[in-house]
């Protein structure tokens, strides 16, 4: 608390009046007490002046500091603020940029999603076809198989066949160079029911010809090698049909129809074994044609 003049005054003032009293005697020892306390009062009263003085000197320093520090506050406030300001004008900025670039994306998003359906959906159409597709080839295939595998079978039994015809047809031959004709061509027939388009083929219809021209039924014989000239004419017994046909027409005295086959033969097949057969038939013919006409020529 700061002491002034006023308050030592109402300090000093009812120890005076104490000394003025009438009738109140005071010793010189008390005086002297009295004022060396008095002495000590202006002292304690110079004293307080003095911390008055020192602490309102303090006081206002301190308070200048407050001032100062307040207007410090006050300035880093202001400037916090403004920064504060700035930097929510910033973010206001980025959060309405980054708004912009949400509702692209959400947009992006929705059109990129309507996309992937219709592509979704799309590919669902076509893995079903491609599926659908692929049930079919599988089901080619698996039938190719089947078909192949028959073939196979169907080729390896002919295959077996085709050695049974071949023992077939070695039997037919063996019958007829032993003169057993019916039994040879009973092979013969066999091996044309079993391999009719096989590689013998011609060869057995023919000894089934020559089955009949041994046993001198040429009229039969005839119709065997014309079955020869008909279904294989480019088998290798066409020649040999055709001139035991014509021999087997000399028997029965078609001569004039032994006769064109012959010539039919040197023509069609001029440097064959046959055809020579067949010129020399034509030769003997023409010169018993002339023995005849000289005798009725000197008759």
């Known amino acids: 608390m700061r002491l002034n003049k006023s308050n030592c005054t109402y300090l000093i003032a009812p120890f005076l009046l104490g000394l003025l009293l009438p009738g109140c005697i005071v010793p010189n020892k008390e005086l002297i007490q009295v004022q060396s306390d ?9 004293q307080l002046r003095e ?23 006050r300035k880093g406030t ?24 949400f509702e692209e994306l959400k947009y992006g998003a929705e059109k990129s999603s309507t996309q992937n359906n219709v592509f979704l ?9 491609a599926e659908t597709k692929t049930s079919e080839l ?10 192949v595998t028959t073939l196979i079978d169907e080729r390896k039994q002919q295959e077996e066949a085709k050695e049974s015809a071949k023992d077939i047809y070695k039997a037919g031959l ?57 279904k294989y004419p480019d088998g ?9 046909q014509a021999m087997a027409f000399e028997k029965i005295r078609s001569i004039k129809t032994s006769q064109a086959l012959f010539q039919k033969l040197v023509k069609k097949f001029p440097g064959s074994d046959e055809a020579k057969v067949a010129k020399k038939k034509l030769k003997t013919k023409k010169k018993a044609k002339k023995k005849v006409k000289k005798k009725v020529e000197k008759k």
């Open 138 to 147: 599988e089901a080619q295939l698996a039938e190719l198989k089947l078909t």
């Open 236 to 244: 290798g017994k066409v020649p040999a049909a055709m001139l035991k």
């Open 51 to 73: 911390a008055n003085k020192t602490m309102g000197s303090n006081l206002e320093s301190k308070l200048n500091f407050v001032k100062t520090g307040t207007e410090t506050s």
């Open 174 to 230: 063996d019958a007829i160079n032993d003169k057993k004709t019916k039994e040879g061509r009973e092979k013969f027939k066999q091996y044309l029911n079993e391999a009719p388009d096989g590689p013998l083929a011609n060869n057995a219809q023919f000894w089934i010809g020559e089955s009949y021209y041994d046993e001198g039924n040429y009229e039969r014989a005839i119709l065997e090698y014309d079955e020869v000239l008909k």
């Open 38 to 46: 008095v002495e000590l009062l202006k002292q304690g009263q110079a």
């Open 78 to 101: 202001q400037k916090s603020v403004a920064d504060t300001s700035a930097r929510v004008d910033t973010l206001q900025a980025d959060f309405q940029r980054l708004s912009g670039r």
């Open 121 to 129: 959906e799309t590919a669902e159409e076509r893995m079903t076809a």
